[in-house]
């Protein structure tokens, strides 16, 4: 079956301290995958995204992740977390299709303490 | 990146009655168009596949004469609440992918949220 697991429901990580939230991923076909952040009440903004090469990826505010195919991973980080980074987090796959939908994860809620 | 604009963001309607939901893509035709439901605090559920020109394709357990799926052009789907209920109130976001090319993104609307009173 195709699914993606977030085994965080909720992190709280101190301003300035480094950040990982967790995404593995159960995927028949080659995987794409996302990360999205999410505000509440609003809709999704892409964080970044890996298709193919590089396995490190590098997205918008500061935030990279890593693929990792042998451990169906596809973590994300961030080295300095800000107050305004707090949100809802969705990892994703799809396949390369563009007629396929994504399955999400079920999210990591991140709070940041000051 | 492309754009996909959702409309209405908010909508609060009565108990019985139908809501319209639309979401077009503005920069890029969209083939397939998918529909998502989020409860609060929850994640994201596919609740069917928008084919232009084709009935859509709906997920186990979501009821199709419920939710009226429609996407008469490469750049508009909507969806259509009937006979809504409170039950039905949630977030409602669409997302779109750029067919034609390679390695494509979906995009998605700002979502909308329905409130059945």
């Known amino acids: 079956a195709q699914s993606v697991t977030q085994p965080d429901i909720h992190i709280t990580v101190s301003e300035g301290a480094s950040l990982e939230l967790r995404c593995n991923y159960s995927y028949g076909a080659t995987p794409y995958l996302f990360w999205y952040v999410q505000s509440p009440g609003q809709g999704l903004q892409l964080l970044l995204k890996y298709f193919s090469g590089d396995t490190l990826v590098q997205g918008i505010k500061g935030f990279e992740a890593e693929f990792k195919r042998s451990q169906s991973s596809f973590n994300l980080r961030k080295p300095s977390v800000h107050w305004s980074d707090a949100a809802e987090y969705f990892c994703a796959v799809g396949a390369k299709q563009a007629g396929t939908a994504l399955i999400f994860g079920k999210g990591t809620t991140l709070s940041v303490s000051s | 990146g492309a754009v996909v604009s959702q409309h209405p963001s908010r909508v609060i309607c009565k108990s019985g009655t139908s809501v319209k939901i639309e979401c077009r893509s503005l920069?890029?035709?969209?083939?397939?168009m998918f529909w998502y439901r989020q409860f609060p605090k929850q994640s994201l559920m596919l609740m069917a596949t928008s084919n232009e020109g084709s009935k859509a394709t709906y997920e186990q357990g979501v009821e199709k004469d419920k939710f009226l799926i429609n996407h008469a052009s490469l750049t508009l789907s909507t969806l259509t609440v009937t006979s809504a209920h409170p039950e039905d109130s949630s977030f409602y976001i669409c997302?779109?992918?750029?067919?034609?090319?390679?390695?494509?993104?979906?995009?998605f609307g700002q979502g909308t949220r329905l409130t059945v009173v």
């Open positions: 997302s779109a992918r750029e067919g034609g090319r390679g390695n494509t993104e979906a995009f």
């Open positions: 920069d890029f035709q969209a083939t397939t």
